[in-house]
């Protein structure tokens, strides 16, 4: 069941990438739908721990941000 999630994944990070390096509008948000789905399925059959290292990574990035924006203002 890891590897289906894992392709799943990376087809939402390919999708994601070329979305934001487009510059044709159809393709964009093809690409986004397709990051979107690839996510939302991702979700459903991926197990717990890599649920949980999915929703975890954006808030550790955020905290990093955070201590890293303090440390230079200081």
Same mark, same amino acid.
């Given at each position: 069941?890891?590897?289906?999630?894992?392709? $799943? /994944?990376?087809? @939402?990070?390919? %999708?994601?990438? +070329?979305?934001?390096?487009?510059?044709?509008? &159809?393709?964009?948000?093809?690409?986004?739908?397709?990051?979107?789905?690839?996510?939302?399925? $991702? /979700?459903?059959? @991926?197990?717990? %721990?890599?649920? +949980?290292?999915?929703?975890?990574?954006?808030? &550790?990035?955020?905290?990093?941000?955070?201590?890293?924006?303090?440390?230079?203002?200081?």
């Amino acid at each position: 069941m890891l590897v289906p999630s894992l392709t $799943t /994944l990376a087809i @939402a990070a390919v %999708a994601i990438c +070329l979305s934001l390096n487009s510059k044709e509008e &159809v393709f964009k948000v093809a690409m986004g739908f397709t990051a979107v789905l690839s996510m939302f399925l $991702t /979700l459903i059959f @991926a197990p717990w %721990a890599l649920k +949980l290292l999915i929703l975890a990574v954006p808030l &550790v990035l955020d905290k990093l941000n955070y201590w890293s924006a303090e440390k230079t203002t200081n």
